[in-house]
């Protein structure tokens, strides 16, 4: 019903159309049309919502008149205590929500950087609003927090028709709405009429003005701001004016066209006669048709209009005016919306946002990475929350340094194994500790498996060399099918989505052994899979990736085939449980030009990851067999080479310098170089013999090199001989 016409001209321009993106259209702001859902939803709302508004105009009045008419004194400043809740696995950093907040704050107390470019017509309505907003320090358990908190787990796309409050309103673990306002950040808004992209609009953000929010029988729920994540990362303060647009439909704001999420003057369909405006209940915002994705006043308007309003939709938004901010303070501190205990003394202590409060620390970290080569090292940070003053201290069970306080801390680990990691968060109220067994995993880079190599997973059960990763405790992973196998085997490893009804986003990963192709080049790497879609427009994820530092990182495989195609060449789409025949199992070859970059790499891993759709939440089963390895190992003659070279590295292991001695035909030249475990070069030279044929040089002249494992690489009749280094 709505119009969802908003044009390409949106894109290059400020305000609310800054944010449009990947060619798709940007809806700023669906609040009309989401109160209207709840609505038919719940028609006694509506009714109730009327009367609501009807006891807030009175207050409104009354309060127009106590400004006009009261003594110049000042008023008190509301501070709104706020959570965000970020819905999902979303890339938004804590500082890009410190600095929406500073923005939001400027357009409340008129101190953005752009006031001064405000029409001089409408400049002197802009008043201090004296409402600030602060990210809660205090949740309702009574915890330290820094008012952003992370539901990893939850689904990032959002259903406006039937949404996910799931944190706010009353009961365990909701963040009650008359104590926070309550922020959630998603991937995508969907509405009955805009669906999320690919095929639909993106909808900005939407709220509910007081008393029109969707009741539940646990409370006021919907009465929170809905924001999509890219309105959170912003460049500027300008991009961030959604957000204070929202905020203003929660104090009670209209659009400066009324009622509606359809302002007249759209590019795309402009009027071309004359109309009648809707008022927002405000006197001192002139009438107006209201403007889309652009910011020249039009002559068919009601009257001159503040374009540059935060509530219209052009894109120059800039002020409030002293009615709206009227308004907005009338919506804190009337008793018809819920909001006038936010801003209270007891409040401001009870969610941290004054000094004098006290919370109970939270243990949390994080690390850059959950695998290292032995000699290497993690980098760890704290996430713990201590409140105004505390710390915290670590264990690193086979690390170097042991122990820690500091936020952040780089731990080396010598030896194989997994090991746990431990952090302590404290401060005068007490202490809390997160303790993560085999956190982490040291591996061994030497002495791995040779090509060729099979894994055909028919044995009685996975071999142990094979890792299985489940990142989302409640979804099915790889495990052994022992039914169907590529080639007329009896088994393989599969995912059985098929069994599970609800899995968004979910991640499976198998990693192989550490391989050893120190020596070995014109490797390839083929495997069979069996693949079915569940729906057509299923957008599963399959990669399989590559790691030369022992799992710490993984880089894409060339060439491997999107679920797309897979589907296509195997199992197609099918709402039953796949379970492939003979003809379904498809060979995948990755030929040894693609594979260079492993070449003569002391240590590589190969893992396969599945990722399930995050908006269909379901997925069909996907199974993998025969995984195997070829390449070409240059054995043949080395030893004889080396033995005519004699060859000599010393000391070794060394804590400085070593030599690296040996024959060569006089006069000739030679190519050699030192490389770490991850293959890169970090000393190269080419040297030429005596008239003796006698070759010396000295490897890690400088002192540089940190304690671990090494290779020299001599280059030598098309041949390479690689030997270790220790430095200790
Ligand atoms: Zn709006």
């Given at each position: 019903?709505?119009?969802?016409?908003?044009?390409?001209?949106?894109?290059?321009?400020?305000?609310?159309?800054?944010?449009?993106?990947?060619?798709?259209?940007?809806?700023?702001?669906?609040?009309?049309?989401?109160?209207?859902?709840?609505?038919?939803?719940?028609?006694?709302?509506?009714?109730?919502?009327?009367?609501?508004?009807?006891?807030?105009?009175?207050?409104?009045?009354?309060?127009?008149?106590?400004?006009?008419?009261?003594?110049?004194?000042?008023?008190?400043?509301?501070?709104?205590?706020?959570?965000?809740?970020?819905?999902?696995?979303?890339?938004?950093?804590d500082?890009?929500?410190?600095?929406?907040?500073?923005?939001?704050?400027?357009?409340?107390?008129?101190?953005?950087?752009?006031?001064?470019?405000?029409?001089s017509?409408?400049?002197?309505?802009?008043?201090?609003?004296?409402?600030?907003?602060?990210?809660?320090?205090?949740?309702?358990?009574?915890?330290?927090?820094?008012?952003?908190?992370?539901?990893?787990?939850?689904?990032?796309?959002?259903?406006?028709?039937?949404?996910?409050?799931l944190y706010?309103?009353?009961?365990t673990?909701?963040?009650?709405?008359?104590?926070y306002?309550?922020?959630?950040?998603?991937?995508?808004?969907?509405?009955?009429?805009?669906?999320?992209?690919?095929?639909?609009?993106?909808?900005?953000?939407?709220?509910?003005?007081?008393?029109?929010?969707?009741?539940?029988?646990?409370g006021?729920?919907?009465?929170?701001?809905?924001?999509?994540r890219n309105?959170?990362?912003?460049?500027?303060?300008?991009?961030?004016?959604?957000?204070?647009?929202?905020?203003?439909?929660?104090?009670?704001?209209a659009h400066?066209?009324?009622?509606?999420?359809?302002?007249?003057?759209?590019?795309?369909?402009?009027?071309?006669?004359?109309?009648?405006?809707?008022?927002?209940?405000?006197?001192?915002?002139?009438?107006?048709?209201?403007?889309?994705?652009?910011?020249?006043?039009?002559?068919?308007?009601?009257?001159?209009?503040?374009?540059e309003?935060?509530?219209?939709?052009?894109?120059?938004?800039?002020?409030?005016?002293?009615?709206?901010?009227?308004?907005?303070?009338?919506?804190?501190?009337s008793?018809?919306?819920?909001?006038?205990?936010l801003?209270?003394?007891?409040?401001?202590?009870?969610?941290?946002?004054?000094?004098?409060?006290?919370?109970?620390?939270?243990?949390?970290?994080?690390?850059?990475?959950?695998?290292?080569?032995?000699?290497?090292?993690?980098?760890?940070?704290?996430?713990?929350?201590?409140?105004?003053?505390?710390?915290?201290?670590?264990?690193?069970?086979?690390?170097?340094?042991?122990?820690?306080?500091?936020?952040?801390?780089?731990v080396?680990?010598?030896?194989?194994?997994?090991?746990?990691?431990?952090?302590?968060?404290?401060?005068?109220?007490?202490?809390?500790?997160?303790?993560?067994?085999?956190?982490?995993?040291?591996?061994?880079?030497?002495?791995?498996?040779?090509?060729?190599?099979?894994?055909?997973?028919?044995?009685?059960?996975l071999?142990?060399?094979?890792?299985?990763?489940?990142?989302?405790a409640?979804?099915?992973?790889?495990?052994?099918?022992?039914?169907?196998?590529?080639?007329?085997?009896?088994?393989?490893?599969?995912?059985?989505?098929?069994?599970?009804?609800?899995?968004?986003?979910?991640?499976?990963?198998?990693?192989?052994?550490?391989?050893?192709?120190?020596?070995?080049?014109?490797?390839?790497l083929?495997?069979?899979?069996?693949?079915?879609?569940?729906l057509?427009t299923?957008?599963?994820?399959?990669?399989?990736?590559?790691?030369?530092d022992?799992?710490?990182?993984?880089?894409?495989?060339?060439?491997?085939?999107?679920?797309?195609?897979m589907?296509?060449?195997s199992?197609?789409?099918?709402?039953?449980?796949f379970?492939?025949?003979?003809?379904?199992?498809?060979?995948?070859?990755h030929?040894?030009?693609?594979?260079?970059?492993?070449?003569?790499?002391?240590?590589?891993?190969?893992?396969?990851?599945?990722?399930?759709?995050?908006?269909?939440?379901?997925?069909?089963?996907?199974?993998?067999?025969?995984?195997?390895?070829?390449?070409?190992?240059?054995?043949?003659?080395?030893?004889?080479?080396?033995?005519?070279?004699e060859?000599?590295?010393?000391?070794?292991p060394?804590?400085?310098?070593?030599?690296?001695d040996?024959?060569?035909?006089?006069?000739?030249?030679?190519?050699?170089?030192?490389?770490?475990i991850?293959?890169?070069?970090?000393?190269?030279?080419?040297?030429?013999?005596?008239?003796?044929?006698?070759?010396?040089?000295?490897?890690?002249?400088?002192?540089?090199?940190?304690?671990?494992?090494?290779?020299?690489?001599?280059?030598?009749?098309?041949?390479?001989?690689?030997?270790?280094?220790?430095i200790?």
């Amino acid at each position: 019903m709505k119009k969802n016409l908003f044009t390409l001209l949106s894109f290059t321009m400020l305000g609310f159309s800054a944010m449009a993106q990947n060619g798709l259209k940007l809806h700023p702001c669906a609040t009309y049309e989401a109160m209207e859902e709840g609505f038919k939803a719940d028609p006694s709302l509506k009714a109730r919502y009327e009367a609501s508004q009807a006891q807030f105009e009175l207050d409104y009045a009354a309060e127009i008149n106590r400004v006009n008419t009261a003594a110049k004194v000042a008023v008190p400043v509301y501070t709104i205590p706020v959570v965000f809740h970020v819905m999902g696995n979303l890339n938004v950093t804590d500082q890009a929500f410190t600095t929406l907040m500073t923005y939001v704050n400027n357009d409340y107390a008129k101190t953005g950087s752009d006031v001064g470019t405000i029409n001089s017509s409408f400049a002197s309505l802009y008043v201090d609003s004296e409402i600030r907003f602060a990210l809660a320090q205090k949740d309702p358990n009574g915890n330290c927090t820094n008012g952003i908190i992370r539901h990893d787990n939850d689904n990032p796309t959002w259903s406006q028709s039937s949404p996910a409050y799931l944190y706010s309103g009353t009961g365990t673990n909701r963040w009650p709405t008359n104590k926070y306002l309550n922020i959630y950040i998603v991937e995508c808004i969907s509405s009955a009429t805009m669906p999320c992209p690919p095929t639909g609009a993106y909808i900005g953000g939407y709220t509910y003005l007081p008393g029109g929010t969707p009741y539940t029988t646990n409370g006021n729920m919907g009465d929170a701001i809905v924001m999509l994540r890219n309105q959170v990362n912003v460049s500027g303060p300008s991009d961030a004016r959604t957000i204070s647009h929202e905020i203003g439909h929660w104090l009670n704001l209209a659009h400066t066209f009324g009622s509606s999420n359809n302002p007249k003057f759209d590019p795309s369909n402009m009027p071309t006669t004359t109309f009648a405006c809707s008022t927002d209940n405000v006197a001192d915002t002139p009438p107006t048709g209201g403007y889309f994705s652009f910011c020249t006043p039009s002559a068919l308007d009601c009257s001159i209009p503040n374009i540059e309003n935060i509530m219209d939709y052009a894109s120059c938004p800039k002020m409030f005016t002293q009615g709206q901010v009227t308004r907005m303070r009338t919506a804190l501190t009337s008793t018809t919306g819920g909001r006038n205990n936010l801003w209270s003394a007891t409040n401001l202590l009870a969610t941290g946002i004054t000094p004098g409060y006290t919370c109970a620390p939270v243990a949390n970290f994080e690390a850059n990475k959950r695998a290292v080569c032995a000699g290497n090292s993690f980098t760890y940070t704290s996430l713990s929350q201590v409140g105004a003053s505390g710390g915290v201290s670590w264990t690193f069970q086979g690390g170097t340094p042991a122990t820690s306080t500091s936020t952040s801390q780089v731990v080396t680990y010598a030896t194989p194994g997994t090991y746990s990691v431990a952090i302590t968060a404290s401060n005068t109220s007490g202490t809390n500790t997160k303790t993560v067994t085999s956190f982490v995993t040291v591996v061994n880079p030497v002495g791995g498996v040779l090509v060729p190599d099979a894994n055909s997973f028919e044995a009685a059960t996975l071999p142990s060399s094979i890792t299985v990763t489940n990142l989302n405790a409640s979804s099915p992973t790889w495990i052994q099918n022992t039914a169907v196998g590529a080639n007329s085997t009896a088994k393989s490893i599969y995912i059985n989505n098929a069994s599970s009804t609800s899995t968004p986003g979910h991640v499976d990963i198998f990693e192989t052994p550490v391989y050893d192709f120190s020596t070995t080049s014109n490797i390839t790497l083929s495997y069979y899979y069996a693949y079915a879609k569940r729906l057509a427009t299923q957008a599963d994820t399959f990669k399989v990736q590559y790691s030369i530092d022992c799992g710490g990182t993984w880089t894409n495989i060339i060439g491997v085939p999107t679920t797309a195609a897979m589907a296509t060449a195997s199992g197609s789409v099918t709402t039953t449980a796949f379970v492939p025949t003979a003809a379904k199992w498809i060979l995948k070859t990755h030929a040894a030009a693609l594979l260079a970059v492993l070449n003569n790499k002391p240590s590589v891993k190969l893992r396969f990851v599945f990722t399930s759709d995050k908006v269909v939440g379901r997925s069909n089963n996907i199974y993998i067999d025969q995984i195997n390895l070829t390449g070409t190992i240059l054995t043949t003659g080395i030893s004889e080479i080396e033995k005519s070279m004699e060859l000599v590295i010393y000391p070794n292991p060394t804590a400085s310098t070593a030599n690296v001695d040996f024959n060569l035909e006089p006069n000739k030249s030679v190519k050699i170089n030192l490389v770490d475990i991850m293959g890169r070069i970090l000393e190269e030279t080419t040297k030429t013999a005596n008239n003796d044929g006698r070759i010396s040089h000295t490897i890690n002249q400088g002192g540089n090199l940190a304690s671990g494992i090494y290779f020299v690489n001599i280059d030598i009749n098309n041949q390479r001989i690689s030997k270790k280094v220790i430095i200790e």
